[in-house]
């Protein structure tokens, strides 16, 4: 069985996010952590060069096995991704209300901050770091 290549790692966060060139971006990365912060109680942590995560779970799938992170986000070139293991695609009520966005699996896909309802984007965060998923740690 595969072992996730995206680990936990020691880089500091700010120091991550001050890197963000362009502010827009910056400043939306900043508010999705403060969000994430208030909402999980956890400290943030990056994965990887580029994803910031919220807790810690050990998850055996099909095809892999490691430790992934409850909910975290990762600014990308086009959207800001937020990765939500809540079974995005059932939760079709709360994303009618939430405003501009996509969705994958487990990615919930932004342009702006601006462009979304924040206390449904509250909600979601919640549903997904308290999601049945993880507490059984069985993804794939």
């Known amino acids: 069985m595969a072992k996730t290549k995206t680990q936990e790692n020691d880089p500091r966060v700010n120091k991550f996010l001050a890197g963000i ?42 095809t892999s096995e490691g430790d992934w992170f409850h909910v975290g986000f990762s600014p990308r070139k ?40 924040v206390p449904t984007l509250k909600k979601l965060i919640k549903k997904a770091y308290t999601s049945p998923a993880i507490a059984g740690a069985s993804i794939d």
């Open 21 to 62: 060139e362009d502010e827009h971006q910056r400043t939306d990365c900043l508010t999705i952590l403060g969000l994430m912060k208030e909402l999980t109680g956890e400290p943030a942590v990056m994965w990887g060069t580029a994803k910031i995560g919220f807790g810690r779970f050990h998850y055996r799938g099909k």
């Open 78 to 117: 086009q959207d800001l991704v937020l990765y939500l293991h809540c079974e995005l695609e059932k939760q079709t009520t709360l994303l009618a209300k939430l405003g501009k966005h996509k969705i994958g699996k487990s990615c919930l896909y932004i342009k702006k901050f601006e462009d979304v309802h």
